[in-house]
């Protein structure tokens, strides 16, 4: 099992939404047919999800705030939310690729470069391999299917209406934002409204998920080590002559794994931020939207709700599995034959142990941990502003 095949699903991802992969001297260079097209379509479909948060404050301007009663203003300020996380997130993970690409770059060419050998027996190789694959390909399904829904169930809510010969078309598009040319009634606009929302939905959704998959190969090999390096540690033999020698590695190995975790923490440390923020708010507002809308615009609602919900997980359950992983180093230290060891070892060993003794843990802004308790809590948060915001409608 070598490092590129866990490069898979982020390559995919980030073919879908126009992105270059991640690449480094070991990796080289990958040649890319119609690449200025793609460019172009990055850099619009950039454009176009920047658009998108404007015109969804300007919607809600002009349509959310002159509503005549409060059970309209709550759902259409649902509604707008609840597209305007979705933007906002996209943007951000826009932003962090673009602006932190090279940052990612160095921190996988050091993965690679510390990726061990088969015929090392400390590392689980296959089984973190088939656990990394299993969680990037669930998630690319749904975030495939979820953009499938997305992009479709405007276009199957206006046939709908078509064929039931509504005399009200909706005109609904993918988000509810304003656009500065005539929508509804307008073939020609519509259409051009549709594509500029699939152009950064395409973008938006496509590289949250590469990002995902990124975080999920940075976390399944940082736990890998982790693991490796707490069966090094009970293995290690004090009354061994090298045994110097191998702890000292050990704790070089110790301090260079903190490092990249650092390095990881400050990469997607907007990610994690908008993760908590744009999460919290989207579960409240969609779930508002959910009860009050009808069938139709309450089942786009729903497909925003469960992806938000998976997104966060999937978030919080990498952080809590790094939390995990670093917690074996120190019970592996202790439980190690250190009392037949000489003072020097000894004292080495204490070095290790104090290093150890706080789990590493991802935090937002070095304030909130990432992690399914953290997850908890933004349940916990979302539903509070959810009855809060329900109360109103009463």
């Known amino acids: 099992m070598q490092f590129e095949d866990y490069l898979k699903y982020p390559d995919i991802a980030c073919r879908w939404s126009w992105a270059r992969r991640l690449e480094w001297p070991r990796r080289g260079h990958e040649k890319i047919p119609f690449e200025k097209l793609q460019t172009v379509c990055y850099y619009l479909g950039s454009f176009f999800m920047g658009y998108q948060n404007i015109g969804g404050v300007v919607y809600w301007c002009l349509y959310a705030l002159k509503a005549k009663d409060s059970t309209t203003f709550i759902i ?181 794994l903190i490092d990249i975790s650092d390095k990881v923490n400050e990469i997607f440390d907007s990610i994690f931020l908008t993760s908590l923020i744009c999460s919290t708010l989207a579960i409240c507002m969609t779930s508002v939207a959910v009860l009050l809308l009808d069938l139709a615009p309450a089942l786009k609602n729903i497909n925003g709700l469960l992806a938000f919900l998976v997104y966060h997980f999937m978030m919080s359950y990498l952080g809590t599995q790094i939390n995990l992983a670093s917690e074996k180093v120190l019970p592996a230290a202790f439980y190690n034959n250190w009392y037949e060891g000489d003072l020097p070892y000894r004292k080495m060993l204490l070095i290790l142990m104090l290093r150890a003794s706080k789990p590493y843990k991802w935090k937002t802004i070095k304030l909130s941990e990432v992690s399914i308790l953290n997850y908890v809590d933004t349940l916990k948060t979302s539903y509070q502003m959810y009855a809060c915001v329900r109360s109103m409608n009463l």
């Not at 190789?125 to 479709?152: P, S, T």
């Not at 005399?167 to 656009?179: E, F, H």
């Not at 699939?198 to 973008?203: D, E, F, K, Q, S």
Request: glycine share 4%; net charge positive.
């Open 76 to 256: 259409e300020t649902a509604q707008v939310f609840g597209s305007l996380m979705l933007t906002c997130v996209g943007f951000s993970k826009i932003w962090c690729f673009t602006r932190r690409r090279h940052q990612m770059e160095l921190v996988m060419a050091e993965l690679h470069d510390l990726y061990p050998t088969t015929r090392k027996s400390f590392y689980r190789l296959q089984h973190h391999y088939d656990w990394a694959d299993l969680i990037m390909k669930y998630a690319n399904l749904f975030y495939f299917a979820f953009y499938i829904f997305y992009n479709g169930s405007p276009l199957v809510l206006l046939l709908w209406e078509y064929i039931t010969d509504d005399q009200n078309l909706s005109y609904k598009t993918q988000a509810n934002a304003w656009y500065p040319w005539k929508v509804r009634g307008s073939a020609w606009g519509y259409a051009l409204a549709i594509w500029v929302s699939t152009m950064a939905g395409n973008l938006g959704i496509f590289l949250t998920l590469a990002i995902l998959n990124i975080l999920c190969v940075c976390t399944v090999q940082l736990v890998m080590h982790f693991d490796g390096l707490a069966t090094q540690l009970l293995s290690l033999d004090s009354r061994n002559p090298l045994a110097h020698q191998e702890l000292k590695y050990l704790i070089r190995y110790h301090r260079q």
